[in-house]
């Protein structure tokens, strides 16, 4: 029997010429990955196995971006010791205030992140990877030590489903609205523990940012990474970015895969998710009179160029609804700088949001845009569960940048189709 594209990139790093779901087995790590919030976590756990020395001072990443600028003392001091330990370490890549963004935008952009790499994060969000090619999922903090000290960790191999992807999107609709149609349709743990390989020839159609949404939001199906073939798209990101070596593997003809899907992309409409789980999906023309106190766009979902400027397109010359707040999150430094430059900056100020500087910080209910008892927010995140936000009696209605700007300009959820 054949393999999928994430069993051979797993068959090559553990040494080995074939493996099957189910199998134990021990692989090498291209990158491991710890941010503000978890590596404080690991780091007793790397001195408690006895370890003094990261295995790859440029293999090991800690970008502080969950709580930073720091929001009070106990965040400060976290950041405080893995600041310290990257110094102790000499580690090539942290990425301090100022230079640092959200970390899963952040790494592609940098070129930490290349097709055929295995890399574990101790972020659950660590699956965005999958876009270019590389088999990327998140681990705990406990692993995510042992990572840093041996280079090499344990998987159980996954089984695989493969979503057949065919067509064109419809105008505003995007990778957001594709990944969260796919979740309603499969659920929050449709592919537990599974690869979700995406494939066909609509893959040609997506940008990467809309692949990186939907590598990113493959957890959200339980899954333990989501894929997708390396292309020219791929490639041509890979060549702007990159300056590491790359592999590139194709799955057999012959793979066995769990389930397969067929989607045909001029299908999926403008999709909204209502609380309390991604999977509680409908079309934006069936939400009804769903009226908003906040959007956040921004995240490791949907911080990105494209998002930022198709919110842009659509606040240009419009204000946000009186008495709502808009709140505006680009991933990292350079986006901001890029948005800067190309006057979309401009565009929010002037259209009423708030501009920020990269962070985590309101997707988590961390801090810049707290939720308080009864209030609603549209954002282009990727978790609407219970007080994910702030307060438990609060809700998150998950949809693209192109939904939430309409929603900030009408107060409720609306489609820019409607304007």
Known sequence: MGMTMTQKILADHAGREQ?????????????????????PVALPEFKRMGATEVFDREKVVIVPDHFTPNKDILSAEHCKQIREFAVEQDLENYF?????????????EKGLVVPGDVIIGADSHTCTYGALGAFSTGVGSTDMAVGMALGKTWFKVPEAQQFKLTGKMRPWVTGKDVILHIIGMIGVDGARYQSMEF?????????????????????????????????????????????KNYKVYEADEDADYEQVHEIDLSTIPLTVAFPHLPENTRPVSEAGDVKVDQVIIGSCTNGRMDDLRMTAKILKGKKVAKHLRCI?????????????????????????????TPTCGP??????????????????TNRNFVGRMGHPESEIYLASPAVAAASAITGKISSPENL
């Open 199 to 243: 494939t066909g020839d609509g893959v040609a159609n997506l940008t990467m940012d809309d692949r990186f949404t939907m590598a990113n939001m493959a957890i959200e199906a339980g899954a333990k990474n989501g894929i997708f073939p390396v292309d020219d798209k791929t490639l041509a990101y890979v060549k702007d970015h990159s300056t």
């Open 19 to 39: 493996i099957s779901a189910g199998e134990l087995i021990e692989a090498q790590l291209d990158l491991v990955l710890g941010n503000d919030v978890t590596t």
């Open 328 to 356: 505006i999150f680009p991933g990292t430094q350079k986006i901001y700088l890029e948005a800067v430059r190309e006057g979309l900056a401009e565009i929010f100020v002037e259209a009423g949001a708030v501009f920020s």
């Open 96 to 108: 301090e205030v100022g230079e640092m963004g959200i970390e899963h935008a952040l790494l592609p």
């Open 363 to 380: 997707c988590l209910g961390g801090h810049m845009g707290i939720l308080a008892k009864g209030e609603r927010a549209v954002s282009t």
